[in-house]
């Protein structure tokens, strides 16, 4: 059975969110429009390839913004992904960037670390996120005034206060408009739209990130049990998504 069989079952008022995603979509690039110096468009959306980016993609191309998109191509995706990646390069309406990590900083860790060092202690998985994702990510928002996001509150307990628009960061807005969807509305979307997905949703991966880790759930599990599995719950992101230090502005 596939995800789609599985999961598209939209909420009785998924219409209603639709409409407010696409309007929140409008308004944040109203928000910040591109003047005649810029090269780029000021909105970038940040794609992990997952089934709500795919989604936040067909809008985006949809609705014809002015936008562009970015993966953090962290050298150890899944081959499914970077397959999806290529063919959303090949397809989208909107441009679509490919950020990887600095190669002599991959090099020197794993030289140091060795090339299972996520499993050894979580400061060394930390360390490994901070090369493969952080760094990339901060060249990705370099002179960008927001950023749009597939975050949902649904996704795990870390992350059910997740506001539609999040401007905690002195330095660009964080927009994310499906962040009151469900699991279901997601599947819906793409069912009724055929849009391309990761395979490996098919498969019980509902959160795919690098492939060391991430793993498949088993019925009943929380939506982010498959990342970084062998830590504990409350540790278990990346820190892409981690509300900035206000003592911190000038890092980020």
Avoid at 15 to 24: G, Y
């Amino acid at each position: 059975m596939s995800a789609i069989d599985l999961n598209a079952r939209p909420s009785a008022n998924f219409d209603a969110k639709l409409e407010q995603t696409r309007a929140a979509l409008r308004q944040i690039v109203a928000d910040f429009p591109r003047s005649a110096d810029d090269r780029v468009p000021l909105v970038s959306q940040a794609s992990s390839l997952g089934a709500e980016d795919m989604v936040l993609s067909h809008l985006l191309g949809d609705l014809r913004l002015d936008v562009d998109v970015f993966v953090l191509q962290t050298g150890m995706l899944h081959r499914e992904t970077l397959q999806l990646l290529d063919r959303l390069k090949a397809t989208s309406r909107v441009p679509v960037h490919i950020f990887r990590p600095q190669t002599e900083a991959v090099v020197q860790f794993v030289a140091r670390e060795g090339p299972e060092a996520m499993y050894k202690s979580m400061e060394l998985r930390k360390a490994c996120c901070g090369i493969r994702k952080m760094e990339p990510l901060a060249r990705a928002l370099a002179g960008k005034k927001a950023w749009i996001t597939g975050l949902r509150r649904e996704q795990s307990g870390a992350r059910s206060d997740v506001p539609l628009r999040d401007g905690s960061d002195p330095c660009r807005i964080k927009l994310n408009p499906l962040a009151d969807w469900t699991w279901g509305d997601v599947w819906h979307y793409i069912g009724t739209r055929k849009i391309a997905y990761n395979p490996l949703h098919d498969q019980f991966f509902p959160s795919i990130g690098c492939a060391p880790c991430t793993r498949a759930i088993s019925q009943g599990e929380d939506f982010r049990a498959g990342r970084w599995w062998w830590e504990d719950e409350a540790a278990r992101e990346c820190g892409l998504h981690a509300k900035p230090n206000p003592q911190e502005e000038s890092t980020t």
